[in-house]
């Protein structure tokens, strides 16, 4: 697995506490890569990379949005809205253009990896709801 820039000990610690590999790679900016990331049941996929974006005033600046690899379909056919492609270290990702709500902001002090990840879990599980 690639280091190629540092996070802060909290999000390495965090990181390492999941059991998954995980690496950091400059690929048109900063990337966090989670591999073998588990899926709520109703995907197409059981597991997928997870990529983060990690931009130069992190963690003063928020993390945004989540990019997935394999391309995540629901079972059911339905289709998954706000979806684009993201090439990642020469891998097509999927990136879901979700974001923070002013009810939800991010918050300097407190926000890390750890609560961006509790944040894309709950996307993944409503997306089941929405429709």
Same mark, same amino acid.
């Given at each position: 697995?690639?280091?190629?820039f540092?996070?802060?000990? $909290? ?34 996929? #059981? ?8 931009? #130069?005033?992190? #963690?003063?600046?928020?993390?945004d949005? $989540? ?13 998954? @809205? $706000? ?5 990642? @270290? ?14 939800? #902001? ?16 709950h996307?993944l ?7």
């Amino acid at each position: 697995m690639q280091r190629q820039f540092h996070l802060p000990e $909290a999000d390495t610690e965090y990181l390492d506490s999941l059991g998954f590999q995980w690496e950091t790679i400059q690929s048109g900016g900063n990337w966090v890569l989670i591999h073998r990331y588990p899926l709520p049941a109703g995907y197409t996929v #059981p597991e997928v990379s997870v990529a983060l974006r990690i931009d #130069p005033g992190y #963690p003063s600046s928020q993390i945004d949005m $989540a990019y997935f690899s394999p391309h995540v379909c629901r079972a059911d056919g339905k289709p998954i @809205g $706000a979806l684009a492609p993201q090439d990642i @270290g020469g891998v097509q990702y999927q990136r879901w253009s979700r974001h923070r709500t002013p009810a939800n #902001p991010w918050r300097p002090e407190l926000d890390n990896i750890s609560t961006h990840l509790l944040l894309v879990n709950h996307w993944l599980e409503r997306e089941f709801q929405l429709r």
